[in-house]
């Protein structure tokens, strides 16, 4: 029916399941570029393995080398993340090129390889089967994309810092990528070998991993069949102008380039978001009530939620916090004010799990502070926070963003949607009622499909609160929630504060505006240099001279105004 | 409802996957075509339809510098027998990018959707093993012009090639040498990485051995090295009577340059790498002295050759190499096995091309085996004064 197109089928087929290899690793926003490493691996071991006659008369021997290259690719990915998964952006992307080199030179030197010469192998792949492997793969991406996981993926892409305190395991999801990455390389080189009947290291060389990057970039990562659409396009284009008759050798690379180089400029999103582009806006779900009811109550009033003994930080010479002894109970509103630079935020974060303190310690919702861990196990415990600078998740929608923020309290759905679990669904709408409970509950339901960047100020600081509050926290952190507000909304906010604490809700509110502080806290601690320097019932802590003079100030008439 | 189409779904995924994992045995397709068989035999054969021919080369990338000369040759040959009359032959040219994946699709496009009935190229022998074993299966008759690897002609009856061996040419340049040099010990360097060099490689070691040549330094590097100082340095080390080299063009120029700016002015004998009026050109006056092992000679006085190097230097504005050479014999073969029983599909093709004897060409008398393989003396040539001249004892 194609005869003479086979080679020009599959290897489209073969450079998608290539761009799957890197479009897994930049969904989770990691630029690891090792996949020919992973690939020759798998290639060559499998020669070791897969039968030279086909199995029980007329199955294709690669069904064993399939498997046998994922595991090979896996495992090496394992192995090599160990170490290197520390480092991000470019110097993960120099150590895992460097892994690919590696592997290449040791694969020319070695013995069983046959070095440069390379090995000959039957030529078992047929085009069906390469696109029976592209169909599965599109299927696993199609069904990880909205799932718990593949949200995970998409926040550790937008911002490691922000997912961490969502409750996401950051170190955890960029491995996940990482072994995925090398299963699929894996598959790659398998299917390479068996398709050509040929393999030598020169094949698994900077340029393969130059294909593989621009092929999944230009078909688009945020889509999973992105890399399906990146391969038929830059397979297509020179075979298109071959038929045009365009004839000389340097006018196909030239052409080539700059049609990469319009979708690279026109469409940062690449060639899926034409595709994505007309998709249509979330449509609210009826409320539900049951989900939200469901959800464990808040722990009751007076626990003590957050322990602190002598907490301190230091940045070399700098001392950012020191000696600081604090105890939150549930129930709580407390305020935490102080002058810039007065050690407010570091506290926070260290609560929060973002920096493990240098001297002194404590514990947050029973875990302790430490240098182990992360902030996804604070947030597991249920601690939420928002950032004094929001951080969202720029490519996510309002919806998504929450939808992240409802981590803690669900349960991982990928492989139950890959088998249409009805619990999975179950589970899915779950997520969606919580998180479109807390969009209502901020006002945001109308735009839950905007980008943040489609925001204005104040709505994007109530979108990430309501992130936060998706998570149906015990211990709720705002970090200056009403910068950039005008009066009106500050009085919205501070309402909404109030809310929360009746239902039982424990705060921790980081202001400036002293006044909005003052109306909502139960309890104040104002911070300078490091140190607490006052702490207890709002109004008599305003009213301590220590505080005027190193925050309040006075007015004119020399008068305290907020007492 | 859902679950119906859901589960439809997955049974024709599943039904996609068990055909996929199927293989099939599928032989080579006899297909015989009445309009290419004509009357006449010899130079009298017409032939009524023209004769579809594929040419697959490397015109871009590492190995354009020989695609582009064997573009040439062949384009040069079939204008010539085209305008003779009798029989026209029409060419598809075919870039393989110097790479396996598009070589691989340009036999496929030759093979099945120009359905020509014969196929010279590659450029390379390393696409050639992958390729050939395409073509093979198709029964294509294939005839390569600078595939001169040990096992290229051993993939199948379908295979033929018009390009000296390596081991030919190696074979006949390390006696000459030794003769009119008297060359006792020598330093051997080879390209470890590309299958070609490294058959030469095991040619030379064979050679020398048999003549009694002593190998005092053996090294190797690989294709794409540009700094050979630690190969050369060993050989500067050691007095050798000459350098025997086994590598492309590529590594050759920068090679051979470092070795005479070392002071290294021992004589460097090599293979069909050297054969180039343009590797002459680059290496300016380090090229003095080489000696080459080949298929043709601009110094020859073969059959046609002074015409040849004539026209092309005409046509093209540049003289002719070997590649070019060989290319405009392949495509003279391939006519002559057309003529034979004036019937050009590919089994007759096939079935004459192995019959060729003698053939007078360029490249003096050749012959094709049934088994594929070539039969031609090798010329053995001294570069003096930057001219090609046939080294003789």
């Known amino acids: 029916m194609l005869a003479g197109y086979d080679t020009l089928i599959t290897t489209i087929a073969l450079g998608a399941i290539l761009a799957y290899s890197f479009h897994v690793v930049l969904m989770a926003g990691q630029l690891s570029l090792g996949q020919a490493g992973f690939a020759a691996l798998g290639a060559y071991v499998s020669t070791l393995i897969v039968p030279t006659e086909p199995l029980f008369g007329s199955l294709s021997p690669v069904l064993v080398g399939i498997p046998v290259g994922a595991a090979v690719g896996a495992l090496a990915a394992f192995g090599l993340g160990l170490p290197v998964l520390r480092l991000r952006g470019v110097f993960l992307a120099i150590a895992t090129i460097a892994f690919g080199e590696m592997v290449r030179v040791v694969i020319t030197n070695a013995e069983w390889t046959n070095g440069a010469l390379g090995i000959r192998v039957e030529k078992w792949v047929t085009v069906d089967l390469a696109w029976a492997v592209v169909a599965v793969l599109a299927y696993l991406f199609w069904r990880l994309g909205p799932s718990r996981t593949g949200r995970a993926f998409a926040a550790v892409r937008e911002d490691e810092l922000a997912a961490g305190s969502m409750g996401v395991n950051v170190v955890r999801t960029r491995m996940t990528s990482f072994v995925a990455s090398g299963a699929i390389a894996g598959v790659y080189g398998v299917l390479f070998a068996y398709f050509f009947g040929r393999i030598i290291p020169a094949a698994f060389d900077f340029g393969l991993m130059l294909d593989g990057l621009v092929t999944a970039v230009v078909g688009g990562y945020l889509v999973y069949f992105g890399p399906i659409l990146g391969s038929g396009f830059l397979t297509a284009v020179p075979e298109i102008q071959e038929s045009l008759g365009l004839e000389a050798g340097w006018i196909h690379p030239l052409v080539t380039g700059l049609l990469l180089l319009a979708v690279i400029v026109f469409l940062p999103g690449g060639l899926s978001s034409l595709v994505t582009r007309a998709r249509r806006r979330p449509r609210p779900p009826e409320p539900d009530l049951d989900a939200l009811a469901a959800l464990p109550p808040p722990p009751e009033t007076g626990t003590a939620l957050v322990r602190l003994r002598d907490l301190g930080k230091d940045y070399g010479a700098v001392r950012a916090v020191h000696g600081v002894d604090l105890e939150i109970a549930s129930g709580d509103i407390l305020g935490v004010i102080g002058p810039n630079g007065a050690g407010k935020t570091t506290l926070i974060n260290m609560i929060s799990g973002l920096e493990p303190p240098t001297t002194g310690g404590g514990d947050v919702l029973g875990v302790a502070l430490g240098p182990a861990g992360g902030a996804h196990r604070f947030a597991q415990a249920g601690l939420s926070r928002t950032f004094q600078h929001s951080k969202l998740f720029d490519r996510l929608s309002a919806l998504d963003n929450v939808l992240v923020g409802a981590h803690p309290v669900t349960r991982p759905t990928f492989l139950r949607r890959l088998l249409w679990l009805p619990s999975a669904r179950r589970d899915e709408r779950r997520a969606h009622a919580l998180a479109w409970a807390q969009l209502r509950r901020v006002g945001l339901d109308d735009r839950a499909g905007l980008r943040p960047g489609a925001l204005s100020y104040g709505d994007q600081r109530r979108l990430e609160i309501a992130r936060a509050l998706a998570a149906h926290p015990a211990l709720l952190i705002l970090d200056e929630p009403a910068a950039g507000m005008n009066h009106v909304e500050a009085a919205d906010l501070a309402e909404l504060i109030r809310s929360l604490a009746d239902d039982g809700i424990t705060v921790l509110l980081i202001e400036h505006n002293v006044r909005m502080v003052l109306e909502t806290c139960t309890r104040l601690v104002v911070m300078n240099f490091g140190e607490v320097i006052a702490a207890g019932e709002p109004r008599e802590v305003a009213a301590d001279p220590k505080v005027v003079d190193a925050y309040l100030g006075t007015g004119e008439t020399g008068e305290n105004e907020y007492v | ?393």
């Open chain 2, 1 to 393: 409802m859902r679950f119906y189409r859901t589960s439809g779904a997955l049974a024709a995924a599943a039904a996609l996957l068990a055909s996929a994992a199927c293989v099939s045995e599928e032989g080579a397709a006899e297909q015989s075509d009445d309009t290419l068989v004509g009357s006449g035999t010899g130079a009298d054969c017409t032939i009524e339809e023209t004769v579809p021919i594929g040419a697959v080369l490397s015109l871009t990338e590492a190995a354009a510098f020989a695609g582009e000369y064997q573009r040439e040759g062949i384009e040069m040959a079939f204008e010539e027998i085209n305008a003779a009359g009798g029989v026209e032959y029409e060419v598809t040219y075919e870039d393989d990018k110097t790479s396996l994946e598009d070589s691989v699709a340009a036999f496929e496009k030759v093979i099945d959707r120009d359905e020509v009935s014969a196929i010279i190229g590659p450029t390379l022998s390393n696409m050639a093993f992958t390729t050939y074993t395409d073509s093979q299966s198709a029964g294509v008759p294939t005839v390569g012009i600078s595939t001169t690897a040990e096992g290229i002609p051993e993939i199948g009856d379908y295979i033929f090639r018009a390009s000296l061996p390596e081991e030919v040419a190696l074979a006949a340049s390390i006696p000459a040498a030794k003769e009119t040099l008297g060359i006792e010990n020598v330093a051997v360097l080879y390209d470890s990485a590309d299958e070609f060099t490294d058959s030469a490689f095991n040619t030379m070691t064979d050679v020398l051995a048999d003549e009694g040549v002593e190998v005092v330094v053996e090294e190797s590097f690989e294709t794409g090295d540009t700094d050979f100082s630690a190969q050369l340095s060993k050989v500067q080390q050691n007095e050798v009577d000459a350098l025997i080299l086994s590598a492309l063009p590529g590594e050759t120029v920068p090679l051979v340059k470092q070795a005479r700016d070392l002071g290294i002015e021992s004589p460097i004998v090599g293979g069909n790498a050297f054969n180039s009026p343009v590797l002459v050109g680059a290496l300016e006056d380090a090229s003095e002295g080489l000696i080459v092992g080949g298929a043709w000679s601009a110094a020859a006085d073969t059959t046609g050759n002074a015409d040849f190097i004539a026209d092309y230097t005409e046509q093209y504005d540049r003289a002719p190499d070997q590649f070019a050479a060989q290319a405009y014999t392949a495509a003279y073969l391939i006519d002559e096995a057309v003529r034979a029983d004036c019937d050009a599909n590919r089994e007759a093709i096939k079935d004459n091309l192995g019959q060729i004897l003698e053939f007078d060409s360029i490249l003096g008398p050749i012959s094709l085996a049934e088994d594929g393989e070539v039969t031609q003396e090798p010329f053995v040539q001294i570069i003096r004064s930057g001219e090609f001249t046939l080294l003789e004892g």
